[in-house]
């Protein structure tokens, strides 16, 4: 049974910073890749950002040029470095992973409140 357990969420003010992290029950480079969701009060989970085994990533428009995906594949776990933090970026942020067979695993969530 694979976990994905998430830390590192909090109340930061407008233009601050946040580093996320996800820590997995195994290797990292076992997944075809691993990500970061997130859920706004009322809205739907939306992808935040991606990074393949190879280290290729892709992120949301709305995040472009503020966040970075990345991996420690010594320690097992995938962070996401948030910076110029937007009160639209308040929601859960889910760390998810993707094995062969389409097999997704999610973690529990952590939450990131923006405001002054």
């Known amino acids: 049974q694979v976990q994905l357990v998430e830390s590192g969420g909090g109340l930061v003010q407008p233009g601050g910073s946040l580093r996320l992290s996800c820590a997995a029950s195994k290797s990292i480079f076992s997944f075809y890749d691993m990500g970061w969701y997130r859920q706004a009060p009322g809205k739907q989970r939306e992808l935040v950002a991606r990074i393949h085994r190879l280290g290729t990533t892709n992120y949301a428009d709305s995040v472009k040029g503020r966040f970075t995906i990345s991996g420690d594949s010594a320690e097992n776990t995938v962070y996401l470095q948030m910076n110029s933090l937007k009160p639209e970026d308040t929601a859960v942020y889910y760390c998810?992973?993707?094995?062969?067979?389409?097999?997704?695993?999610w973690g529990q969530g952590t939450q990131v409140t923006v405001s002054s």
């Open positions: 998810n992973a993707e094995a062969s067979g389409n097999q997704h695993y």
